[in-house]
């Protein structure tokens, strides 16, 4: 584990970029955590994505961290002005859990399952390879990625740690 100090939080429906030390967001259920990386760079980034897509916005001011329309595209934008390039990014995501059992077959409930699906739509879109993902089950995860070489780090309490 890294030192608690070098560790940047990201909160629900947040996002932040770093170069050194790690990102961390806890609380993964429907949500999903996205992270890309820049190898060359080093400059990390991390979205806690909680909505697939803005068209379904209430809000006055558009959070753009909360929805994966609009949280990868300024994710990127901010990792830029650090210095990363989009053709050298590699993304992992995890989360995007089926936290409650319904009866009906209603899209509006597939929350996390849209999730991963509206990310991974984004992504493919602006040819940014998926390289790691541990999305789906029932269960909530914590993640934290290093951004001295990439690896994920995923937490939940039913599947222990692992890395990707």
């Known amino acids: 584990m890294i030192e608690e100090s070098t560790v940047v939080k990201v909160g629900m429906a947040d996002l932040n970029v770093c170069r050194e030390g790690s990102l961390r967001t806890t609380g993964l259920g429907s949500c999903v955590g996205l992270t890309l990386y820049d190898s060359i760079s080093k ?12 068209e379904i916005a209430r809000e006055g001011k558009l959070n753009m961290a909360k929805y994966a329309d609009t949280a990868i595209p300024e994710l990127i934008r901010l990792m830029q002005e650090q210095g990363a390039l989009v ?10 859990a089926q936290m409650f059992a319904f009866s009906s077959n209603n899209d509006m409930m597939r929350i996390g399952p849209r999730n991963v699906e509206s990310c991974k739509q984004v992504l493919d879109h602006l040819s940014i ?33 692992k890395e990707i």
């Open 129 to 161: 390879p998926i390289i790691g993902e541990d999305t789906g089950g029932n269960y909530g995860r914590t993640i934290e990625i290093r951004c001295e070489d990439g690896i994920l780090n995923i937490r939940s309490v039913q599947k222990g740690t």
């Open 87 to 96: 053709n050298r990014l590699k993304a992992k995501m995890a989360g995007g």
């Open 43 to 54: 400059v990390t980034g991390m979205a806690h994505i909680m909505l697939p897509s803005s």
